[in-house]
């Protein structure tokens, strides 16, 4: 299967390798992690401009030696975005999929510095479907007061599920939904609920101290998603979760992951030195102060800066051999976050079924484990009608579901699908279940048999979990700030959307990365840059 031609590759280093650099001068930064938050920062450190000195970091850039190593076969982490079979165009997004107007470096890099090209993410029409508690109903009909089987309140009657949270914070917070960044340090700073500090207490504790407890059931129903709603941080839980009101929302037309890509490949045709397949397993001090990370059998590298650009699950495998990482003291800090486990199926088929119910490209949500279902439809001009259904995307008690039907015989894909599609492919059972939910689901359609399937789930090494939320308890801001360097004394760092207040969007990893760049290490902050995004 040819991959869509406006897609961009990032070329690894073919002559120098990052381990045989280590005979001579020590690298100036050595980046572990090829997502979009280590590839970005390899990229701005090659090519950034220096407005002090103090990193040391040549403020020459053809003078800088920098580098970035990636353990698997390709750059973007958790955003991978393989083409479908038989409709190149349509992309089946396994990680991150749609960023929003909110997202300020991720829009610039877009929009103005590499002109990736980028379309509406339609999010669903009136047509598309809620099936909860065995009832089918339309977004439509839900807007217009239909009596959802649950037993509400008069006043929450003809409520949608998010206006339901809107009403349960705004009853502690009045105008929360239009409250602005400062507004909101504020409140994160001072608000006192049930005599705590609104850190010292999860979401899912507020929302259901503030709201009945079958609005509470609606709401997480109607998401498909528990993770949104679960017991995480709430003074870092409420703004995420209004931050989106009014936003529009994007997603990249070639494949969310040419974001990552295309700062890979801008990174090595500015001389950067990129390899992949190259797994950091220990990382040790030079007697000169720079630093030795050890690749296993591939050798080592020394690096007067080392960043690590990846989630909580990755440092704790590097943590029993580095220094600083391996250290009770900074356990808190790793610790402050928990990953969730997040998985998606994709099916194709050769005809977008769901167009026979009016559903438009977008989302419906049940209560069934499958949690979500994404329609993705033939683009204008594509020459036949094959389609992508995100068949499910489901998280936390839903993936122990499928997890229980995965192994035995496994759905075939047919011959040329690539090697994604066959390594990804499900059980059988798995694709024969969640077609089972789908007709549940969509009621009187007849659903046609796909001809290509693949899944993953993001709680495998090194991910731990697809994104990651903040601890009840954890002063966020004071956790970001000490990872991006955790002991002042020792040149390492850690970015990535983990330990940032954006997280599960990979706006979070750029601004870790850009707070890293210009706040620690004394770079300009670019002029494409808009006031105040960082
Ligand atoms: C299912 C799902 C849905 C999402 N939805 C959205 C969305 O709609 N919009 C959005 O913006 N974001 C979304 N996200 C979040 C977004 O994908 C992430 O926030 C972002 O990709 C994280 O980037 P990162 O660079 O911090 O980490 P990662 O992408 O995890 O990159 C870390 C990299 O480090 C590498 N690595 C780990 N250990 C080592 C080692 N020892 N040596 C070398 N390399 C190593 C890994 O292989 C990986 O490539 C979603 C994520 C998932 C999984």
Redesign the pocket.
């Known amino acids: 299967m040819t991959d869509h031609t406006s897609r961009t590759t990032a070329h690894t280093a073919t002559e120098r390798t990052i381990t045989s650099s280590a005979a001579g001068e020590p690298l100036d930064v050595l980046v572990?992690?090829?997502?979009?938050?280590?590839s970005y920062a390899a990229w701005r450190l090659l090519t950034g401009e220096v407005a002090d000195d103090t990193s040391g970091i040549p403020s020459d850039p053809s003078a800088r030696r920098v580098a970035l190593?990636?353990?698997?076969h390709r750059?973007?982490?958790?955003?991978e975005s393989p083409a479908a079979p038989g409709a190149p165009e349509l992309h089946a997004e396994?990680?991150?999929?749609?960023?929003t107007s909110h997202?300020t470096i991720?829009t610039a890099l877009v929009d103005d510095v590499f002109d990736l090209r980028a379309q509406p993410f339609p999010r669903g029409g009136g047509s598309n479907l809620f099936y909860l508690r065995g009832e089918r109903f339309t977004a439509d009909q839900l807007a217009n007061g239909y009596e959802v089987p649950y037993q509400l309140d008069a006043a929450d009657r003809g409520k949608g599920p998010m206006t339901l949270i809107v009403d349960a914070i705004e009853r502690v917070l009045p105008g929360a939904t239009g409250y602005s960044p400062a507004e909101w340090k504020q409140v994160q700073a001072d608000t006192i609920f049930a005599g705590r500090h609104l850190r010292e207490i999860g979401l899912w504790n507020f929302l259901l101290m503030n709201m009945s407890a079958e609005a509470f059931a609606f709401a997480h129903d109607a998401t498909g998603h528990f993770f949104e709603v679960s017991n995480w941080n709430c003074a870092q839980a409420l703004p995420w979760l209004l931050g989106d009101g009014n936003a529009s929302y994007r997603t990249l037309t070639d494949g969310?992951d040419q974001l990552?890509i295309t700062c890979a490949k801008r990174f090595v045709d500015a001389g950067g030195l990129l390899q992949t397949e190259?797994?950091?397993?220990g990382i040790a001090a030079n007697d000169d102060g720079t630093l030795r990370v050890s690749f296993g059998d591939a050798g080592t590298a020394d690096a007067r800066r080392v960043v690590l650009?990846?989630?909580q699950r990755?440092l704790e495998?590097?943590a029993p051999s580095s220094i600083v990482l391996g250290r009770p003291d900074l356990s808190p800090a790793v610790g402050s976050v928990t990953g969730h486990r997040?998985m998606?199926i994709f099916l194709a088929y050769d005809t977008p079924w769901w167009q026979q119910l009016g559903i438009t490209d977008g989302s419906s949500s049940t209560d069934l484990p499958l949690g979500q279902c994404w329609y993705f439809s033939p683009v204008a001009g594509q020459g036949n009608t094959n389609s992508l259904l995100m068949a499910s995307?489901n998280d936390t008690l839903a993936t122990t579901y499928w997890e229980g039907l995965e192994g035995g015989q496994a759905f075939v894909n047919p011959a040329g699908t690539g090697p994604f599609w066959s390594a990804q492919a499900p059980s059988a059972l798995m694709v024969e279940e969640v077609q089972r939910q789908l007709a549940e689901v969509h009621g009187s359609v007849t659903i046609p048999a796909p001809y290509a399937a693949a899944y993953r789930d993001?709680s495998v090494d090194?991910?731990g979990g697809?994104?990651s939320t903040w601890n009840v308890g954890a002063d966020a801001d004071a956790v970001e700030a000490v990872m991006l360097q955790p002991d002042p004394t020792v040149p390492l760092h850690v970015?990535?959307?983990?330990y940032s207040s954006d997280?599960?969007?990979?706006?979070?990893?750029l601004a870790t990365a850009e707070r890293l760049v210009t706040e620690r290490l004394g770079f300009a902050r670019p002029p494409w840059l808009p006031a105040r995004a960082s």
């Open positions: 572990i992690g090829g997502g979009v938050g280590g190593a990636e353990a698997s750059i973007g982490g958790r955003l396994f990680g991150g999929m749609g960023f997202n991720l969310y990552p190259l797994a950091a397993e650009a990846m989630p990755a495998l590097l997040v998606k995307y993001w090194p991910f697809a994104f970015v990535g959307s983990t997280q599960g969007w990979a706006e979070g990893a």
